[in-house]
């Protein structure tokens, strides 16, 4: 079983930067697909980013220019960096992880929540 724990949220001004981290126990982290979704109140769940094995990586058009989703292996870790936040970007973000050949993500986290406002 592989647990996620994000960390990194929490309350900042409009125009400002956030890194959030997704720390994995699993063994096999390198292999995992990692991703980051978000849902605002009211909202379905949306992916914001993803990073393959391969550090191939793929942006919603909302983030795109704007965050960065990178991973270190070393310490099986996740990172998604925020910049130029937007009152929009207020939501919980989750990471995720998908083993190989899976076709949806198979363990999440708890989230963590990221408020945009002044």
């Known amino acids: 079983q592989v647990q996620l724990v994000e960390s990194g949220g929490g309350l900042v001004q409009p125009g400002g930067s956030l890194r959030l981290s997704c720390a994995s126990s699993g063994s096999i982290f390198k292999l995992y697909t990692m991703g980051w979704y978000r849902q605002a109140p009211g909202n379905q769940r949306d992916l914001v980013a993803t990073i393959t094995s391969g550090d191939i990586t793929n942006y919603a058009d909302s983030v795109k220019g704007r965050f960065t989703i990178s991973r270190d292996n070393a310490k099986n870790t996740v990172y998604l960096q925020m910049n130029s936040l937007k009152p929009e970007d207020t939501a919980v973000y989750y990471c995720?992880?998908?083993?190989?050949?899976?076709?949806?993500?198979?363990?999440w986290g708890q989230g963590t929540q990221v408020t945009v406002s002044s």
């Open positions: 995720a992880a998908k083993r190989q050949y899976s076709l949806s993500y198979d363990y």
